[in-house]
């Protein structure tokens, strides 16, 4: 997944918010109704390799998105690869377990031949124009055109082997993924490949009708909306607005598409001026995909202010306390984007601990709107509730990381935004409980109404 990692709201809310007349559509809130319910109030997403993430722990999150990784193990293994049904699956049992809105994954920049709908097109040659190639002229390539357990399956398209499965091999026994004997990606190898979207209509119309409103997407009741990865990004563009556009500066790893080895430019031969049109033409596909999800009651992570390409990264509460206030100062105020944008917040971990849960749960119920969302705080929002966490990059726990106790409590509903009473102190009344957050001494305390506990911190008289 491509990404960028925002310090503060203000860098995400403005200094991402592109300004160019072609791009993609405004950030806009869920098409759905508005709500203050706390589980429906949490979001994850979910990559779990080993196999299906769990869907009762899945429908206790307003949002749960399977990322492409969910339960590789299956469908690497699988002849030919079945990622899009898997994901499908997945979403399904999600569903039928009582969730709320499910999201799976999609990408528009890579063309990645374990989903059905890609590989279909990408082995018919009526459809060459869709996807882009070698150039010939610039061999040897740095990433091999040819599959690792067979050097006679070859393709003339460009596509590299990063987060690529593949059969074991002696030089690389654990690939990202693995198949047995031979990986199935259909008459090509297995590869991250790439569209043209130079093609223009033709390409753009498929992607809207198939990849994305088909029926293993959002055609489908079983799922709301998706995350779109990755993005093309121009040095041209860059240097015309100064870096003040979204994706700037190109540095994922260089300009073109992102998360792809960083000599795709002369593998393919592409000019500076190439890839200004592909990314011109990524950027008109990119709206009209957005504007069919929306209009088809969908959502995509895409639309969160400060989310957009292919971004998951929460807002995070500092101990700092020139930083709280300014936050919550920023926060509490009526026409501010945090009342009434969708926003995302995260609470503070490290590995499987939560570091200051009564602090950032007190900053959610101070500083949210009505489509506010928060989850596990890191890239991507991952809550470890597997036994594998997603990647890896926690240590495995038998149930996962159960979700705090603190979740089960009705705070009501807002009946004021929050205001600060005294220096760096912020309250804000709930029809159930009272918030507030000392910035000063970094106090919570949350005191619920019907019976005057004091779920933690010190209590206000």
Known sequence: ???????????????????????????????????????????????????????????????????????????????????????????????????????????????????????????????????????????????????????????????????????????????DGYCIDRCDCGIHPCGEYLFDHRN??????????????????????????????????????????????????????????????????????????????????????????QQAILERDAYTWSLIPGQENANAMPLLLSSDTTQCISELRDACTADSIWQYSAVLFGFTVNGTALLQLQQDLSFFLLARGPYAYAGWGVWGMTWPFNPEPGHGQLPPMPNGVPLPSEFDNDYGVPEDICFEYSPGIFHREWTHASIELDCNKFTPTIKLKESFQIVEGTSQT
């Open 1 to 175: 997944m491509a990404f960028k990692r925002p310090s503060s709201l203000l860098h995400v809310l403005f200094l991402y918010t592109p300004w160019y007349s072609w791009a993609v559509i405004p950030s806009q809130n869920p098409p759905w109704p508005p709500t203050y319910d706390m589980h429906e109030s949490l979001i994850t997403m979910q990559c779990n390799s080993s196999g299906f993430s769990s869907p009762h722990r899945g429908s206790q999150f307003g949002i749960v998105s399977y990322d492409w990784s969910n339960a590789k193990s299956q469908w690497a293994a699988t002849t030919p690869m079945n990622c899009e049904e898997i994901l499908l699956q997945q979403a399904q049992s999600t569903k039928q377990a009582g969730g709320k809105h499910v999201f799976v994954y999609r990408n528009i920049v890579k063309a990645l031949p374990w989903f059905r709908s890609v590989r279909e097109k990408l082995d018919d040659p009526a459809f060459d124009g869709f996807f882009l190639k070698f150039d010939q002229s610039q061999r040897p390539f740095h990433v091999p055109d040819c599959a690792p357990e067979k050097h006679t399956h070859c393709s003339e398209f460009y596509h590299d082997q990063e987060q690529t499965p593949e059969v074991p091999t002696p030089s690389k026994p654990h690939p």
């Open 200 to 289: 223009g209509t033709m390409l753009r119309e498929w992607i809207v009708k198939e990849v994305i409103l088909g029926e293993a997407a959002v055609g489908n009741p079983s799922i709301d909306g998706l995350f779109l990865d990755d993005y093309w990004c121009s040095n041209v563009i860059c240097d015309q607005s100064n870096n003040k556009i979204a994706g700037c500066p190109c540095d994922d790893p260089v300009q073109g598409p992102t998360e792809i080895d960083s000599h795709s430019q002369n593998d393919m031969g592409l000019t500076d001026q190439d890839i200004y049109d592909i990314t011109v033409g990524w950027n008109q596909t990119m709206s009209a995909v």
